[in-house]
């Protein structure tokens, strides 16, 4: 059913549920896992002028190239990661490269915000499913877990 699922990853230990989720899944239906950091630079664009902008960039690449790494050092020997750091908007890069041409699901983790907080961080999650080229499934990742639907632990115990 799946030929390459791409796992957005943002290199965090609760991001590491979606990563693995999408390695079960990979695994389960013989695909490729693609795993992505996007450096969002954007961020950084109000410090002074005299902070070392490439020294900024680097650091940022390292993260990502560290936060790809740590996926490929989750998945076992006979399930193929390919990894790549990109630059940009994260929303924007994931949705780009969120083409059927390209991968046939997204797996992605959510922080499950609701309210007021999420009108004021947004919700790159949010933003990918609504515009994504291919279905986005969403894990939660941070909190407790208890919440969750039965048929959803049941669904998570058959993947794993």
Known sequence: MYECILVPTDGSVEGERAVEYAIDLARLHDATVRAIYVVNAA?????????AWDG??????????AAVERVVELA??????E?????????????AEAQPEKCDLVVMGTHGRGG???LLL????????????????????????DDEPEGVQNAQATVE
Do not use: F, K, W
């Not at 076992?76 to 990661?81: A, C, E, L, S």
């Not at 990894?83 to 949705?95: A, D, M, N, Y």
């Open 116 to 118: 007021i907080d999420r």
């Open 43 to 51: 961020n950084y664009g109000g410090l002074p002028m005299e902070t």
């Open 76 to 81: 076992p020997d006979d399930v193929i990661v």
């Open 83 to 95: 990894t790549q750091v990109l630059e940009g908007s994260p929303s924007r890069v994931i949705v």
């Open 122 to 145: 947004g919700s790159v999650t949010e933003r990918v499913v609504r515009r994504a080229g291919v279905p986005v499934l969403t894990v939660r990742v941070d909190g407790d877990h």
């Open 56 to 65: 900024i960039t680097d650091a940022l690449r390292e993260e990502g190239e």
